[in-house]
């Protein structure tokens, strides 16, 4: 088993940040362009300079008042402007026609390139759906350590008359940092890619991955991607835009809303978090 890793030519950073940000309420809907200047990330613990979380990005449009939770390991926003219980959903630029609504500590999901924002006022019990999550995750790792209980990637059958697929299962699969997006993340931080690189090294699947700066196009120019994408497990190889979906969380959201909740487009790169459970499916042809 072996991991691979293509460097796209040409493949850079883009310079400049830029984005919009929609504040809703009962009453009003605000829309903020540009929202990033002069933002810095109140987790030094997750970002290096020069990035920060969307959390950061409401901290710095109005009066935020917010407590850090020990068992959530996140900071719990109180009130926004003197008003309760938000969350946000958020579309990065040309990643489809609607925002998605996450279940991810709002201070290490990170702002990107011509990204979409919306914080919203949502239900508390909902919001505390989202909160039993987090705290489901801090408490496990605490008890085990860097180990995700359940990895598992479906191919469909090599037998075209066979319609179930093919579902290999991995238990406790022990996760290393491996800082892959040390431009980002300061040294240690787990993320989604982490996973599937320490199934390769313990020899489980062999993993291709792709260093990808921009595909597609909108009609403001190709969509910023700056990420590393799976695209190739085991024999089965994609293009990075399309083949190969996953979705990690806590088992409670698995599954449910399509592209919301544990199922997202972000990039396993980005993505900070030791899940529940991690699932990959191969949607492109052999």
Do not use: C
Request: proline share 6%; aromatic share 12%; no cysteine.
């Amino acid at each position: 088993m072996s991991l691979r890793l293509q460097l796209n030519p040409g493949d850079t950073r883009p310079k400049g940040i830029r984005g919009v940000v929609e504040i809703t309420t009962d009453d009003e809907t605000s829309t903020i362009l540009n929202p990033t200047e002069g933002i810095e990330a109140v987790r030094e613990d997750i970002f290096k300079p020069g990035y920060f979380s969307v959390y950061d990005v409401m901290r710095g449009l109005g009066d935020v008042e917010s407590h850090w939770d020990p068992k959530l390991e996140t900071h719990v926003v109180d009130s926004y402007n003197g008003q309760p219980n938000w969350w946000y959903s958020f579309m990065f630029g040309g990643g489809g026609r609607r925002t998605e609504l996450p279940v991810h500590k709002m201070d290490t999901f990170p702002y990107r390139d011509n990204m979409k924002l919306v914080f919203f006022q949502m239900d508390p019990e909902k919001l505390e759906e989202i909160y039993s999550a987090f705290r489901a995750e801090v408490t496990r790792r605490n008890e085990h350590g860097l180990v995700v209980p359940d990895v598992r990637i479906d191919f469909p059958n090599s037998n075209p008359d066979v319609e179930d697929r093919i579902v290999r299962e991995y238990r406790d699969v022990e996760v290393k940092p491996h800082n892959f997006r040390s431009d980002m993340f300061q040294d240690g931080v787990v993320t989604g890619l982490d996973i599937m690189i320490s199934l390769s090294e313990r020899g489980d699947i062999d993993l291709g991955l792709t260093v990808l700066n921009q595909f597609g196009k909108t009609s403001d120019g190709p969509v910023a991607v700056n990420g590393i994408w799976v695209t190739g497990i085991d024999g089965y190889t994609s293009d990075p835009k399309v083949g190969f979906l996953y979705e990690q969380g806590e088992p409670m959201f698995e599954g449910v809303g399509g592209f919301n909740f544990n199922r997202l487009h972000i990039g396993p790169d980005i993505r900070a978090g030791l899940p529940g459970y991690q699932k990959w499916s191969y949607t492109g042809k052999r």
